[in-house]
């Protein structure tokens, strides 16, 4: 048995969430096309009858504005530590850039095996990914480079079975029908924050907090109450929406998308609440599970 752990790190937006559900087969990291949608490690765990693969998804590389965001920094320097290999992912459609060469050559300089994968080449034009990937080609210290669609499963197989042979444990470290590390509630307050990343415009995401004040098995369906926190009042009118219709919607398909999870009816209560600068507030951040304890 070969096991190990597998950093993915990269710009905000470059594909690594969608990357990780594809590797691991299953949804377990929300995804938008909002930057810093993912805001804390988020271990996807993939077992065969030869190995297990602990991937730990991580938010973008960010400039850090607040509490949150030096969270979200911290995130990524502890995932990158003590791991067999770090997956840098680019996004082959945006290109290449001077920030992503430079967090390659700080991965290398504490000699931990680096793969890249550039993803997205279903939308990338391949005359522009040729010169991206030529540049890539001249940077010092990457193993191997594989061009992947995450979201069309394009080779990332391939991908999966090259990164097996970096992985120097030999015990499981998990359960082998495990996929992830996170509760059920985690991923609820995830699958409502996505649904707001979806339907909120670029104001609003980066203020978005959720808490699941409650979630009960009732019978057979659960009855789900949560609220999403706004970090400004004037959001607030912004995320319930005229006559309340966007929150209505968001709760449409965030609860679609618990019921899949949860293979279960679901009775879901949505509330917004202003909590103003919260992402700089230390016990809110603790409740939201913004500290090193939640899973
Ligand atoms: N066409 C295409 N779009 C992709 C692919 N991978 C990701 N995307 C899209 O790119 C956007 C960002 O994807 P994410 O997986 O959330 O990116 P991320 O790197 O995890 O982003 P952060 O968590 O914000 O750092 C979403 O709209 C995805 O649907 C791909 O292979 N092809
Ligand atoms: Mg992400």
């Known amino acids: 048995m070969r096991t190990g752990f597998i950093a993915i790190v990269g710009q905000a937006n470059a594909g690594k969430s969608t990357l990780l559900n594809s590797?691991?087969?299953?949804?377990?990291?929300?995804?938008?096309?909002?930057?810093?949608?993912?805001?804390?490690?988020?271990?996807?765990?993939?077992?065969?009858?030869?190995?297990?693969?602990?991937?730990?998804?991580?938010?973008?590389?960010?400039?850090?504005?607040?509490?949150?965001?030096?969270?979200?920094?911290r995130s990524i320097d502890s995932a990158v530590q003590d791991v067999d290999c770090i997956l840098v992912v680019i996004d082959g459609h945006d290109g290449i850039d001077d920030r992503e060469i430079g967090q390659i050559g700080k991965y290398r300089k504490q000699?931990?095996?680096?793969?890249v994968a550039v993803t997205k080449i279903d939308i990338s034009q391949p005359a522009r990914l040729m010169p991206e990937l030529?540049?890539?080609?001249?940077?010092?210290?990457?193993?191997?480079?594989?061009?992947?669609?995450?979201?069309?499963?394009?080779?990332?197989?391939?991908l999966k079975q090259a990164l097996k042979k970096y992985l120097t444990g030999t015990e499981m470290y998990f359960e082998e029908d495990d996929v992830t590390d996170k509760t059920q509630r985690f991923a609820v307050s995830e699958i409502i924050r996505e649904k707001v990343l979806l339907a909120c415009d670029n104001e609003i995401p980066h203020g978005i907090g959720v808490a699941v004040n409650k979630m009960q098995q009732n019978g057979s369906a659960w009855d789900?109450?949560?609220?999403?926190?706004?970090?400004?009042?004037?959001?607030?009118?912004i995320v319930l929406g005229?006559?309340?219709?966007?929150?209505k919607s968001i709760g449409i398909h965030a609860r679609e998308s618990i019921e899949k999870l949860l293979e279960a009816k679901v009775f879901l209560t949505l509330w917004v609440k202003v909590k103003e600068d919260w992402r700089n507030n230390p016990s809110m951040l603790n409740e939201l599970g913004y500290s090193n304890r939640r899973k």
């Open 111 to 115: 000699g931990t095996p680096i793969v």
């Open 242 to 247: 005229k006559h309340g219709e966007m929150i």
């Open 224 to 237: 789900i109450d949560a609220t999403v926190i706004v970090e400004k009042a004037s959001h607030k009118p």
């Open 23 to 73: 590797l691991v087969g299953q949804k377990v990291s929300i995804v938008s096309p909002k930057p810093q949608t993912t805001r804390e490690q988020i271990m996807g765990i993939w077992t065969d009858a030869d190995s297990q693969m602990v991937f730990v998804d991580t938010p973008g590389f960010l400039h850090s504005k607040n509490a949150l965001g030096d969270y979200m920094l």
């Open 134 to 158: 030529d540049k890539l080609n001249g940077v010092e210290g990457i193993n191997e480079i594989y061009c992947v669609s995450a979201k069309k499963n394009n080779g990332v197989e391939e």
